[in-house]
């Protein structure tokens, strides 16, 4: 059908994303998926069962806006026991559509025409396509090429009377890098005094590596007080396509972000939420998710030990990033390609993860596969 008018387009510059058109390519090619940060396996049978039961029981209807109440229960009592921050059930904790509503709600109920939102690149693929619908500016800076950490002194730099938000990520995607002590010492002073909101983005916050510690923002009073902190039970529990994940912040906050949210989905799926509440009474679900990952990870990189690609160092998420730079004059895109066409094997350019598809000579693996397609893929890079 042709359209009768010529809408005025928001994002001119936004296209189909880079997880769509790999996705598509690699049906093409027929490539193995290590591209997607999805498992490719199934979570565990009792939470199906769970929600099935929820179902059975009668829980099909909306669920409040804010979700749950035993859920938003669960989660308060979780991050008390696991943070040391108190958040109240019923004013500081809420279930969302997904972190990436969670995100959506947040940035729209507190970034106004004008602002200027800090992020850090690369990074995931929303941010700043979403502070741009809201008329401001997205202020991206550059992670260092050599271990992805954070340069405080050019965040110092950008802050300014308009810098109303800044958005970080730990564990990081997509290179796997994790907030450290230095790192919370230099928001924290950089922050205080302030008006700046901070996001955090703590979907991978159980998938932290050699027993590191993940530095959540309800770690930290100081920051805690400013910031909104968005989770994910898709990651957690091996559920991407669920759609649910949960949101706190001081109330003050929280009342502006559901305001958003009410109109965006109102409120997430009923049975899931039951069934999340019965898992989470068993906090090894969760706290044994390190170490599941960790293995995984392990061995893709025993596996492509004698590949040409240089495995930098994941210290949380899903993912690795692998150098090809040194054997290949292709640039990001390209490489993939050659990767999907030559070698039928998917993975995701470093480059898409940048605003201006800045040429880094690395691409992103994905480790949240069974452990046949973790081999099987890694026989395949081995080939280049």
């Known amino acids: 059908m042709k359209s009768a008018m010529s809408p005025q387009s928001k994002l001119p510059d936004v296209g189909t994303t880079i997880f769509t058109v790999i996705g ?6 027929n490539a193995l998926n290590l591209s997607q940060g999805a498992p490719n396996f199934s979570c565990q049978p009792a939470l199906i069962d769970s929600v099935a039961k929820a179902m059975r029981d009668g829980h099909n209807q909306y669920a409040p806006m804010s979700g749950v109440a035993a859920l938003r229960h669960a989660l308060s009592a979780k991050v008390e026991a ?8 019923d004013s500081e904790v809420t279930v969302i559509a997904s972190a990436s509503e969670g995100l959506y709600s947040a940035i729209s109920a507190l970034v106004h025409p004008g602002d200027e939102v800090i992020y850090f690149e690369p990074s995931f693929d ?33 802050i300014n009377s308009r810098t109303r938000m800044i958005i970080i990520n730990s564990p990081h995607n ?19 005094d302030t008006d700046i909101v901070i996001l955090s983005d703590e979907v991978y916050e159980h998938v932290v590596f050699d027993g590191e510690r993940h530095e959540s923002m309800a770690c930290h009073p100081q920051l805690a007080g400013r910031s909104v ?50 898992a989470l009474s068993d906090p090894q679900s969760y706290l044994g998710l390190a170490d599941f990952y960790q293995k995984k990870r392990d061995l893709l990189a025993e596996a492509l030990s004698e590949s040409r690609f240089e495995l930098l160092p994941s210290r949380g998420s899903f993912f690795m990033l692998a150098r090809f730079s040194h054997f290949s004059p292709l640039t990001d895109d ?33 480790f949240a596969k069974d452990n046949d397609t973790l081999y099987e893929g890694a026989r395949r890079l081995c080939r280049v």
């Not at 598509?24 to 090619?29: D, G, V």
């Not at 997509?174 to 205080?192: C, M, S, Y």
């Not at 390609?337 to 000579?361: C, E, M, V, W």
Request: hydrophobic share 45%.
């Open 126 to 158: 929303s941010y700043a396509p979403i502070v741009r619908l809201q008329g401001a500016k997205p202020v991206a800076i550059g992670l260092s090429m050599e271990d992805f950490s954070i340069d405080w002194d050019q965040v110092a730099s950008a």
């Open 229 to 278: 902190i968005v989770s994910s039970f898709g990651k957690t529990y091996h559920v991407t396509g669920w759609r649910v994940g949960y949101c706190l912040a001081p109330a003050e906050l929280m009342d502006e972000i559901r305001k958003v949210h009410q109109f965006m989905v109102f409120s997430a799926d009923t049975p899931m939420q039951v069934a999340f509440a019965e």
């Open 334 to 366: 390209e490489f993939v390609l050659s990767l999907i066409r030559d070698h039928q094997i998917a993975t995701i350019p470093l480059s898409a993860f940048y605003s201006n598809n800045k040429p880094t000579g690395l691409i992103r693996l994905s």
């Open 82 to 89: 696991l943070y040391g921050c108190h958040y109240d059930a």
């Open 24 to 29: 598509q390519l690699s049906a093409e090619h």
């Open 174 to 192: 997509p290179t796997g890098a994790i907030f450290t002590d230095f790192d919370i010492e230099r928001l924290t002073a950089l922050t205080k």
